[in-house]
């Protein structure tokens, strides 16, 4: 890679895929493995080595962070303010 070394683009793969677990992306962007193995093998057949990093940290850390509670469950935050919203009091 000509920027960045293999770990930071590991670790920014890890780091989006603890938001998409963490937050309602979830939902919406879910990729398979084998979407993984695709842009992997483009991104062989391109000799474009960096973004290999990037897939692997997406992959791999996705266990871990399920593992250490990750969950895209509604913050509390949000739970209160439904509340507030369902009981039609104000803030003032």
């Known amino acids: 890679t000509r920027f960045f070394p293999p770990r930071t683009l590991f670790f920014a793969g890890a780091l989006a895929r603890g938001l998409q677990q963490s937050s309602t992306l979830k939902k919406s962007f879910h990729p398979t493995v084998g979407v993984g193995a695709m842009i992997n093998f483009g991104a062989a057949?391109?000799?474009?080595?960096?973004?290999?990093?990037?897939?692997?940290?997406?992959f791999i850390s996705g266990s871990m962070w399920t593992l250490f509670g990750?969950?895209?469950?509604?913050?509390?935050?949000?739970?209160?303010?439904?509340?507030?919203?369902?009981?039609?009091?104000?803030?003032?």
């Open 45 to 58: 057949a391109l000799d474009e080595r960096w973004i290999n990093y990037i897939i692997s940290g997406w």
């Open 70 to 92: 990750s969950s895209d469950e509604k913050l509390q935050h949000e739970k209160d303010v439904e509340e507030m919203l369902k009981s039609k009091k104000s803030f003032w």
